[in-house]
């Protein structure tokens, strides 16, 4: 078997068999096959595609490359949850100690993030003292104890994804869907969990810009599942504005406690309920998702959710006190900078793309892996899409440690405000509901 013929067959539209699919990942992760033929080989999936089970034998053979967790030693069925990532999303901090809190285990792997969305590794080391790194047995005592931990990815995981992903980012191959599925989905099966929950992102804000691309990833990502038997749901969810009102790390911390003591924004609310009723279906729970959503309500309003999160930042080594100041513990940015309406209406469009950007401007985001990022900064909005606002009054509060940066945001900021005299309602949060029975849009 030769690379150049297996290059050569997929550049000609042919269907690639596992055995070949293997060969190329398996080379190329060993050092055998060089980087020149694979960059050629994702540019022929770039143009050519991949049917459903090439997709399948190419993630498979991904998670092949490296370590594979067992997560086996705990207790119970452990259900994760991936987004493909947006603006202002902190929806695991909040998502995972409320499921945690129901009884169902949640053993998590999350990462950092890169340009203009955020990582919620980073996020939780604004916590002083919390703990990303933690051994295996640690990992899966602290599951077993507490419900919950989240950690940083193993540097063996899948890393055949890693070393494809760094050819694609500079062949122009990175916007392809079976690239982008099969790179998702090989680290969630190689993380060890029996179902997989997705909240794939549409919109400004999002990667995937329009429904029928953001529809294509998720039938794609939930048919892989199938393909190695682990359960996968996807929400379409609306990223044309960012989810909930703060942007930045400890900025987001603040919303997520804010949120588990029943006092945070709705949208970010009702997405962290209904993607928790789904992962609670998915662990055994036979109750309908509407009748689920109302027990994690409740769990919620009883503020074990908000106690779940303490267990777990104790846990891990964090300050818990955070939970009851978090304004003494987290960092904090020294000028707060307001942003004022130039004119009174109504916020008919609000660009999460150039919001995320203006964040990254003031520190809070990397535009390279290397970058440091500054915990304390970032935004906060006091107007969404739907909302009425008059002239002079403060549409968003920028939090910044440089002020000639956040007076060059402020101005940037408020391009991303479109203001009509007429009124509008704001759009949807969740757009719909893939599994592998179909597409289901919310009416």
Request: proline share 3%; with cysteine.
């Amino acid at each position: 078997m030769r690379a150049v013929d297996i290059i050569v067959k997929k550049r000609n539209g042919k269907a690639l068999s596992k055995e070949e699919i293997n060969f190329l990942i398996q080379g190329y992760t060993q050092g055998i096959i060089p980087d020149y033929q694979l960059s050629a080989f994702a540019m022929t999936i770039y143009f050519q595609g991949m049917d459903e089970a090439e997709i399948a034998h190419l993630t498979s053979s991904m998670v092949q490359s490296g370590n594979q967790v067992d997560l086996s030693r705990i207790r119970g069925i452990k259900v994760d949850k991936h987004s493909t990532g947006g603006v202002g999303d902190k929806t695991t901090l909040v998502l995972i100690p409320l499921v945690a809190a129901a009884s169902v285990p949640v053993a998590k792997m999350s990462g950092r993030g890169l340009g203009h969305t955020g990582g919620t590794l980073d996020k939780l080391e604004s916590i002083p003292g919390f703990q990303i790194n933690l051994d295996d047995d640690t990992f899966i005592n602290q599951v077993n104890r507490v419900q919950c931990a989240v950690i940083g990815q193993t540097t063996n995981l899948a890393p055949a994804d890693k070393k494809l992903y760094a050819l694609r980012d500079v062949t122009g191959t990175v916007e392809n869907i079976p690239l982008i599925a099969s790179s998702i989905m090989s680290k969630k099966i190689a993380a060890g969990t029996d179902a997989i929950m997705l909240d794939v992102k549409v919109g400004s804000g999002a990667f995937m810009k329009d429904m029928a691309s953001a529809e294509e990833l998720a039938r794609t990502m939930v048919a892989i599942g199938a393909h190695v038997g682990r359960e996968t749901r996807a929400l379409l969810t609306n990223m044309d504005q960012p989810l909930g009102c703060h942007i930045g790390n400890a900025l987001e911390v603040k919303e997520a406690i804010q949120t588990l003591q029943g006092k945070g924004p709705e949208d970010l609310r009702d997405l962290c309920l209904t993607l928790g009723s789904h992962m609670l279906q998915m662990a055994g729970a036979k109750e309908d998702t509407r009748v689920l959503y109302d027990k994690l309500e409740k769990i919620l309003a009883e503020g074990k959710a908000l106690k779940k999160l303490a267990q777990m930042i104790e846990a891990q080594g964090g300050d818990a006190r955070v939970i009851d100041e978090p304004d003494r513990i987290l960092p904090q940015a020294q000028f707060m900078i307001p942003v004022m309406a130039e004119q009174e209406g109504c916020v008919h469009a609000l660009n999460a793309l150039e919001i995320g950007q203006c964040a990254m401007l003031l520190g809070a985001g990397r535009e390279t892996k290397e970058a440091k990022i500054d915990l304390a900064v970032g935004i906060v909005l006091h107007k969404k899409m739907g909302d009425w606002v008059k002239r002079g009054e403060p549409l968003a509060t920028l939090y910044a440690n440089d002020q000639q940066k956040g007076q060059l945001v402020q101005e940037r900021l408020l391009k991303a405000y479109h203001i009509a005299p007429e009124q509008t309602a704001g759009k949807p949060l969740i757009l719909g509901l893939v599994d592998q029975e179909g597409t289901h849009m919310m009416s």
